[in-house]
């Protein structure tokens, strides 16, 4: 008994702790949460984008590589500018009508506004009346009505990749004979004019490709060579073909002729003609 009250009173104190090691599971709830919003925010960043851009960004998923449809910019850092081909070139026109529509006179100037998509590209043509729509009569100056319809078509022209070529045309009332300036020069100069002031306005310098003068070559309506719809100006925002050298180009080193490989499909299929030797 006298041993057993010596021995010293031993108290044991257990830390309460957590139930073992967690590891990295709240790092992968975590990932998946800043995943979820970013879904949510793109979600949210397409609905208030343009049609272009979100059909830009489905046709990417649907083809990352971008092989079957060119969909998308060939320049970088842009963000609306979109190729435009036989498939959405009618989505230009829809896209230009309404930005036309928002200009003070276009009541008055719709009927002399026409867009036909043809198989140069999306052809604008601005025709003239008798009193002159666009330009002063007889003379390469736009007027009010016509700066401000060519300032519109340069913002919403220069946002695309497009090349643009320009043509003027006229009717067949001639100048004095004695006058040094014709047709010709006037359907020059009036598609010029257009040029300098769409470049001044939107249009990049070397997004313009063409400058043509027809005078009264291509009439409008050829039975009535005097018509004012015969004197008009014309934009054509022109396609972006796809091209397919990639797919085309052999690997190097292993060109091959075509011509040696019908050579030896022959030899192979003269062999197997051939009959057999018997033996000796």
């Not at 343009?50 to 850092?77: L, R």
């Not at 590209?121 to 319809?149: P, Y």
């Not at 004019?193 to 070559?217: H, K, S, V």
């Amino acid at each position: 008994m006298s041993t057993d009250k010596k021995r010293p009173i031993i108290i044991v104190k257990k830390k309460g702790g957590h139930g073992g090691h967690h590891g990295g599971a709240w790092k992968v709830a975590y990932a998946d949460f800043v995943t979820a919003m970013m879904a949510l925010f793109i979600v949210l960043w397409l609905l208030n984008s343009s049609k272009q851009i979100q059909e830009a960004v489905g046709g990417y998923f649907k083809d990352p590589t971008g092989t079957s449809k060119k969909v998308g910019s060939n320049m970088v850092g842009s963000g609306e500018n979109f190729v435009l081909n036989k498939d959405n070139m009618p989505k230009l026109k829809e896209q230009l009508q309404q930005a036309m529509k928002q200009m003070t006179d276009f009541e008055k100037l719709k009927s002399h506004i026409e867009m036909t998509v043809t198989t140069e590209g999306l052809r604008i043509e601005l025709s003239e009346s008798a009193n002159g729509t666009f330009f002063d009569s007889g003379k390469a100056k736009l007027n009010g009505d016509g700066s401000e319809l060519l300032v519109t078509l340069a913002q919403e022209l220069g946002k695309l990749p497009n090349k643009l070529s320009i043509e003027g045309h006229t009717d067949s009332k001639p100048y004095a004979a004695s006058a040094n300036y014709g047709n010709w020069e006037l359907s020059s100069d009036r598609a010029n004019a257009a040029r300098r002031l769409l470049q001044t306005n939107g249009i990049r310098e070397d997004q313009i490709t063409q400058i043509r003068g027809f005078a009264d070559q291509r009439l409008r309506k050829p039975e009535a060579p005097l018509d004012p719809a015969n004197r008009r100006i014309s934009l054509i925002v022109q396609y972006i073909m796809k091209t397919d050298d990639d797919d085309a180009k052999p690997a190097a080193g292993g060109e091959e002729h075509p011509d040696s490989n019908k050579q030896e499909n022959k030899k192979a299929e003269s062999k197997s003609a051939k009959p057999a030797e018997p033996k000796p």
